[in-house]
């Protein structure tokens, strides 16, 4: 019995720091789509965006605050952002430096494209 905890506690540290190494994640990628999400309100009078895009083979989807003001035009689809990653947060920003801090909402592991043709015959 105490051979299997010892074994579950080597286990557990070894788990730990690989899962918070890979977290933060920084880089450039094409902004494949951006889109108003909510409404405005007399409370909350600026709109929500979300931005998506690709990093690292994932998709992401990034939501900005009511409480932050931004043009979308400064941001058109296709374009180059830069984008940083820590957890559940990120910020989006533009190649002239314009940009946002935003909540990852949704992420969605893309399939790998070899595996996707099939073998040859």
């Known amino acids: 019995m105490r051979h299997w905890n010892v074994v579950l506690l080597v286990a557990l540290i070894c788990a730990l720091p690989a899962r918070g190494a890979s977290t933060k994640q920084k880089g450039t990628s094409s902004l494949k789509d951006i889109q108003p999400a909510g409404d405005t309100s007399k409370k909350d009078k600026n709109q929500q965006y979300d931005f998506i895009f690709v990093a690292s083979g994932t998709q992401y989807t990034c939501r900005t605050s009511y409480k932050t003001k931004m043009k979308a035009t400064d941001f058109p689809v296709g374009s180059e952002i830069k984008y940083k990653i ?28 070899s595996a996707g043709s099939p073998a040859p015959q």
Do not use: A, Q, W, Y
């Not at 935003?102 to 494209?113: A, G, M, N």
């Open 86 to 113: 820590d957890k559940d947060k990120g910020e989006v920003k533009n190649m002239s430096g314009k940009g946002s801090k935003c909540t990852i909402v949704r992420v969605e592991k893309l399939p790998d494209s």
